[in-house]
């Protein structure tokens, strides 16, 4: 199951309100969610994989993905946060098959070597299969003392699965001195916010946990018609908040266990790490669409019209500048988190339908 339903702001103005940034062709002419889907697709086969998106990218989903079975595509008509996006899809499955068990993936992440990444969702399947208490994450094998990652910290190794462990606790986003004795210690991965679990364990621990959304989702499940009025009223939180991290600390029935994935891990939230994604050319620009530069350096230069108009910079160092049919971003790639705000504002002191 493919979680695809954010908006992506950072990354406006090429992601927007109808064209998140899951949907747009960034890598290789390709979507992050196409490239989510040809990750799981062989693990599975193409008519076990779902999407949870908005219901109004549904038709832009099935376009990109028109091997998907339409029963497989759950549009919610409102988003409520991760822990709806994963409750009502296991619902779904439970009522299809008791036994079900299912792999809850994102699709605004990139993951190499990708068959480094089938073999341990793999293993992830088999450690649900054999236990079926286990909420099951990956843990990605850090690399540097990345403060804006979370973090598990692991615990005793599971026997009989290589680089499986109990997660003794789920930490927040630590400051640098923090983050680098987490990396010192070799006794934490990266939280992935990736998972694999029964769906009926899903569904228990919601009954114990939060009994409200479990009554409503299984509720929707059956009765798929009366959505409108159902998904709307369900508390927006995050799975990890809601489920996750209060099994860790022995609430509920079940226990998280972590598998570790070594692989080049990162999220593409930001035109910084967009750009660290993209082929540069000699003066280490990073170009897509008609673009003319000259004398700059280190930039991210996107013209996203195809109407034959032309995106010319001079000078830039370092930059951003982002051309669409209706907005013109250019910012220091150093501030790139900040778009988020600034689409924010223009969506208050323009147009909210601009942003």
Not at 192 to 214: C, D, I, N
Not at 224 to 252: C, H, M, N, T, W
Request: proline share 6%.
């Amino acid at each position: 199951m493919i979680m695809a339903g954010g908006s992506g702001t950072r990354l406006w103005p090429l992601s927007r309100q109808g064209v998140p940034k899951q949907l747009l062709r960034l890598i290789s002419g390709k979507s992050l969610l196409r490239l989510a889907f040809e990750r799981v697709a062989p693990v599975v086969g193409a008519d076990n994989v779902l999407v949870c998106t908005g219901a109004s990218y549904a038709q832009l989903v099935s376009e990109q993905l028109p091997e998907m079975s339409p029963e497989n595509l759950l549009g919610e008509p409102v988003g409520r946060d991760s822990l709806n996006a994963v409750a009502w899809p296991a619902a779904v499955l439970a009522a299809r098959d008791p036994q079900a068990i299912v792999a809850m993936v994102t699709a605004d992440q990139l993951i190499e070597p990708v068959a480094t990444f089938q073999q341990r969702l793999g293993v992830a399947f088999e450690v649900a299969q054999t236990d079926p208490s286990a909420l099951v994450t990956f843990g990605v094998v850090p690399t540097s003392a990345h403060t804006g990652y979370g973090y598990l910290h692991k615990g005793p190794a599971v026997p009989g699965f290589e680089g499986v462990c109990q997660v003794l606790q789920f930490r927040e986003k630590p400051d640098a001195l923090l983050a680098q004795e987490y990396l010192d210690s070799g006794d934490y991965w990266w939280n992935s916010g990736m998972f694999v679990w029964r769906a009926s364990t899903l569904l228990e621990q919601l009954r114990e946990l939060k009994p409200r959304t479990h009554r409503a989702v299984v509720r929707l499940a059956a009765h798929p018609e009366e959505i409108a009025r159902i998904y709307p009223d369900l508390e927006k939180i995050s799975v990890d908040f809601a489920v996750v991290e209060p099994v860790s600390r022995g609430q509920g029935s079940a226990h998280v266990v972590g598998v570790s994935l070594s692989a080049r891990w990162a999220d593409v939230g930001s035109f910084a790490s967009l750009y660290s994604e993209l082929p540069h050319d000699d003066a280490g620009n990073a170009r897509q669409g008609q673009v003319v530069a000259a004398d700059t350096t280190g930039c991210l230069l996107i013209n996203a019209e195809t109407d034959g108009s032309v995106l010319a910079v001079s000078g830039l160092h370092e930059m951003v500048a982002v051309r669409t049919a209706t907005a013109t971003l250019v910012c220091p790639l150093s501030a790139s988190q900040q778009v988020k705000a600034l689409a924010a504002s223009v969506a208050r002191e323009v147009d909210p339908a601009l942003a």
